[in-house]
């Protein structure tokens, strides 16, 4: 492009260097576009290439048949029944369910807490404030698989077994297991018991899976807590001195008036912290707990077929991913403020 | 009644529950606060931390060339101490015009703390604690130096000066790595602290342009780059890390000619890359959609052509917009290097998990834990601070 050295008087005629045809502001975007897609092409290309290339001569080309053949490998913890005679893909599907289960309860727990977090980082009470906001910064700035591992090697392997474990109401935290209260036979309450020096409950959940979902409450409630804050933040000022003034107390003003109107701030920045809880899940391997990921890792071992398994890998994440989105996206639309 | 005690009350007790919950707060504190410190200094056997030092910092890397990490180390200092000298050598109105700002004495204290006290407690035997006061001596003397002095150079020097920083960084690689006339280490020796540095300052330094040229392409009006940057980014930020470590240390192999596939340093480095490029994308996404359209089309008029008129106008305003995002991405980017532990590497995890797998450390998790929570959390913050402390400067309300 011609630019003159100052403005002033334009030049004569003759002094303005046309425009090339190859910078016309039509032929522009298509040279652009020719060249990424080119340069894209070629290297998908490549890589597509190579692999066609290379899993022939390891005799690896796609195919989806071995899901069929039998895994021998056991799970230790299932809701799906599976034993090392059932097929791959069932493995998998156990392996996902664990990672379903995981995530649902980890939704649960740290909205929750996250939620209670970000309330009270507005209490009225400094040491309150003080704490929430320690809180969340320790964890915040401590990688999350230290935090998994801290959970699983220092506090739930070292509880106690048989009568020294850790009873609370309804709770018996011990190192073979957490052991929940829950109706047993003919819907009466059954709380743990020991017997023979073996808790029984009608509801035992691994240390593993505890320290996985203990691990990702605490770290997810953080980043909820965050979210809460910065949603109650938006709400105007304005708002807390009206409902105080019409005699409404601090928790009806923060539930009944505030949280509502927060929600529409709250709800994305939720789905983000979600989405990041499911991908968070996968750390599971670290603390032995048997997810999709652990499941994945296992049967590429044994049957080498990489390429199947990342594809299985990714695929299911990603549709996990969409389902949060496409659930919080819904939630999003009922807590928009409808204007007339 | 004091005005301190009016204060505390109406923060505290103000009302009977918010009294209640003081005090139940201030009792929780008191008993998690002495459970801790009692085991910290009673329980806690501290020894895997004295004995293991240097596998922590720098892994299993060859005792005859760790002069080099310590040559490093030394022109790191150095450089820090410059540029820390040079950047307050022009004082500026806003921090009253002073080459010793306040902030400034408790920094020089802490680099004199940590140089004199960490060493001693770490144990280590006194011609590497020398080594380690004259380091942060060297820091000091010329963050003096450059601020007392750097006003004197000549102008197209200073201008050089930060061209010294990438440079440091490639001298830094060569030193870690060799080649040069080094004797080569193999990456499978780099590990600890120095191993996670390497492998986030790395995958910091490369996903910034390329975060910078998604983001770029994702609100540009051209269809093939938008959908090209879009299906990118959603596809990184859709599967876990660790899948794509998983990828990377199991296909690339088949996507690569036969045999060339980079060490698995390396390939996890790049993973980290590409990983934090789309993650950074849409933080400076976000920094672009605060810059007013006004800008792009001022800028155009002026007779800039586009590309000219993001890099001096939009960009600029962009990234300091996204400054705290990017730093975040950043942030977590160092955590996120933990992950290599699991396809094992040695970086400061995987080497925990070696020291404990030790018979002679057996059982020492709390403490080893511990210790990098600590070096993970102070690493975090500084990060933090600096970024704080960054947007303060690049405020234009306080630019001169």
């Known amino acids: ?340 | 009644m004091t005005p301190l005690l009016r204060r505390l009350r109406q923060d505290l007790f103000a009302t009977p529950a918010d009294g209640l919950v003081t005090v139940l707060l201030l009792a929780l504190i008191g008993a998690g606060g002495f459970a801790v410190l009692h085991w910290a200094l009673g329980q806690a056997q501290w020894a895997v931390i004295r004995a293991n030092s240097t596998l922590f910092a720098v892994g299993r890397y060859p005792l005859d060339q760790q002069w080099r990490l310590w040559l490093l180390t030394a022109l790191l200092a150095a450089a820090t101490g410059l540029s820390w000298g040079m950047l307050r050598s022009h004082p500026r109105p806003d921090r009253g015009g002073s080459l010793w700002p306040r902030n400034d004495w408790m920094a020089v204290g802490m680099v004199a703390l940590l140089s004199l006290a960490l060493p001693s407690l770490l144990g280590l035997a006194l011609p590497l604690q020398l080594r380690w006061w004259a380091i942060a001596a060297l820091l000091l003397l010329l963050r003096w130096l450059a601020g007392r002095f750097g006003p004197l150079l000549p102008a197209p020097l200073k201008r050089c000066l930060p061209l010294g920083l990438p440079l440091l960084y490639l001298l830094g690689m060569v030193l870690i790595g060799g080649g040069l006339a080094l004797e080569p280490v193999s990456p499978s020796q780099w590990g600890g602290l120095m191993l996670t540095l390497l492998e986030s300052s790395f995958a910091i330094l490369l996903c910034f342009p390329l975060g910078v040229l998604l983001a770029l392409g994702r609100r540009s009006d051209l269809p093939l780059l938008r959908w090209g940057s879009v299906v990118y980014i959603e596809f990184f930020r859709g599967a876990p890390l660790i899948t794509l470590l998983f990828l990377g240390q199991n296909m690339l192999g088949f996507l690569l000619p036969g045999g060339v596939a980079p060490e698995r340093v390396w390939r996890a480095a790049w993973v980290l890359t590409l990983f934090a490029a789309a993650y950074l994308a849409e933080a400076v996404r976000s920094g672009l959609a605060a810059v007013p359209r006004g800008q792009l089309e001022a800028a155009r008029s002026l007779g800039l052509s586009t590309p000219q008129a993001f890099t001096t106008v939009v960009l600029p305003q962009a990234l300091r917009v996204a400054l705290p995002s990017m730093v975040g991405q950043f942030i977590s980017l160092l955590q996120d290097t933990t992950l290599l532990s699991l396809i094992g590497l040695m970086e400061l995890l995987g080497t925990a998990r070696t020291v404990m797998a030790n018979p002679a450390f057996l059982g020492r998790n709390a403490e080893v834990y511990f210790t990098l929570a600590v070096l993970f959390w102070c690493c975090c913050a500084a990060l933090g601070l600096g970024s704080r402390a960054l947007e303060r400067r690049l405020n234009p309300s306080t630019l001169a």
């Not at chain 1, 050295?5 to 502001?25: C, I, N, Y």
């Not at chain 1, 190579?50 to 913890?77: C, H, K, V, Y």
């Not at chain 1, 939720?270 to 499941?295: E, H, M, P, R």
Request: avoid cysteine; proline fraction near 5%; charge should be positive.
């Open chain 1, 1 to 340: 492009m011609a630019r003159s050295p100052s403005v002033g008087p334009s030049p004569a005629p003759g002094l303005v260097t046309p425009v090339p045809w190859w910078r016309h502001r039509r032929v522009v975007p298509w040279v652009v576009q020719g060249a990424v897609a080119l340069t894209v092409l070629v290297v998908v290309a490549f890589l597509l290439g190579n692999l066609i290339r290379n899993l022939t001569a390891a005799g690896l080309l796609l195919t989806w048949n071995w899901l069929g053949q039998p895994a021998g490998f056991d799970i230790s913890e299932t809701l799906l029944p599976f034993n090392a005679e059932l097929p791959y893909w069932r493995g998998l599907a156990a392996g996902l369910v664990n990672t379903l289960r995981v995530v649902i309860t980890g939704l649960v727990g740290s909205t929750l807490v996250g939620t209670l977090l970000g309330m009270a980082s507005f209490s009225g009470n400094a040491l309150l404030r003080g704490l929430t906001r320690t809180y969340v910064e320790v964890v915040r700035n401590i990688p999350l698989l230290l935090q998994l591992v801290f959970w699983y090697f220092v506090v739930f392997l070292s509880l106690p077994n048989g009568t020294a474990a850790l009873q609370l109401p309804g709770v018996v935290l011990a190192k073979s297991g957490l052991y929940l209260a829950g109706f047993g036979d003919g819907l009466h309450w059954i709380g743990p018991q020991l017997q023979n020096g073996v808790w029984q409950a009608p509801l035992r959940l691994s240390v593993e899976f505890g320290a996985l979902l203990t691990g990702l409450i605490a770290y997810t409630a953080a980043f909820i807590a965050e979210v809460v804050r910065g949603g109650i933040a938006a709400v105007p000022k304005g708002q807390w001195e009206a409902a105080s003034s019409l005699g409404l107390s601090w928790w009806q003003t923060l539930s009944k008036v505030v949280l509502p109107q927060a929600l529409r701030v709250i709800v994305p920045g939720l789905n983000t912290q979600f989405i990041s809880l499911a991908k968070n899940s996968s750390l599971a391997v670290a603390v032995g707990y048997t997810d999709l990921y652990s499941v994945a890792e296992t049967t590429l071992n044994q049957t080498g077929r990489a390429v199947e398994v990342v594809l299985l890998l990714l695929g299911t994440y990603l549709a996990l991913d969409l389902f949060i989105s496409l659930m919080m996206n819904g939630l999003n639309r009922l807590v928009q403020i409808r204007e007339r």
